[in-house]
């Protein structure tokens, strides 16, 4: 992405830095983390009942550090989903992606939609589960931060045109998601390559919480109940979409 070093740091760290390239300042970068090859793997699981109209369920399993809110929702829902699928969906052929390699430029989800994902033709629906499905909201108060009891509305529905009104009803009351986008104008990750395979209809999440690609995404950071609520609502949307062929 870049011919030379970059460096992220803190707004509040910047300032002296941002100076001093501006004047043109000479600066050294020194890296003290160790560096090495991680195995990386995605887990999928398939369905095959001949029916030849696949429903596919994809979500990212790997992130920074802890991401209980960044991951760990939309984990729990896909797996709800294809627990309910198995049971529930029986003229459908079932594929459920859990992608690796998210940070590589999503290299998991590109190795799926190449070689496991069925083709465009041969898919009813792709539900895409990505980051933020249901974190906590904070305030930032003075000297503390302090989450509440809300869900953080960084989140961002994005459908195909034709969903848009249903998918409205569906997920009324659900901050950040009652108002969705159209696929053809908006999309993000994981999600803008399986729209760009061709895939249609599609639905998914996408969004950046407080603690996004932050050491301190942990247990604080997710809550069950709203977990719950986005995963029905989304689990809702897939029924409909089947029953409407």
Known sequence: MFSGP??????????PFFARAMRGGAATLHLSGKGG????????????????RWV???????GWFTCAG???????AWLHIARWAARNAPDHDLAFICNSGHEYQYLGAGESLRAIAPKPRETAFWLHLGANLAARDWHESVGAMRALPGTDSQRYLVVSPELRAVAGRMFAGLVGL????????????????IIEAGYRPVAGIFGIHRF???DGD?????SAEH???TTLAFRDLVAHSLKAG
């Open 37 to 52: 090859r991680r195995p990386a793997f995605n887990f999928v699981g398939r369905l095959d009942r001949g029916k030849g």
């Open 212 to 214: 996004h690609h932050v």
């Open 178 to 193: 009652e108002a969705p986008y159209a696929s053809d104008q908006l999309s993000a990750g994981e999600l803008t390559g």
């Open 6 to 15: 970059v460096a992220l740091m803190a707004p509040q760290d910047a300032p």
């Open 56 to 62: 596919a369920v994809s979500t990212p399993r790997s």
């Open 218 to 222: 942990d247990e604080r950071c997710v």
């Open 70 to 76: 960044e991951r760990g929702g939309g984990i729990a």
């Open 227 to 229: 977990v719950a609520r």
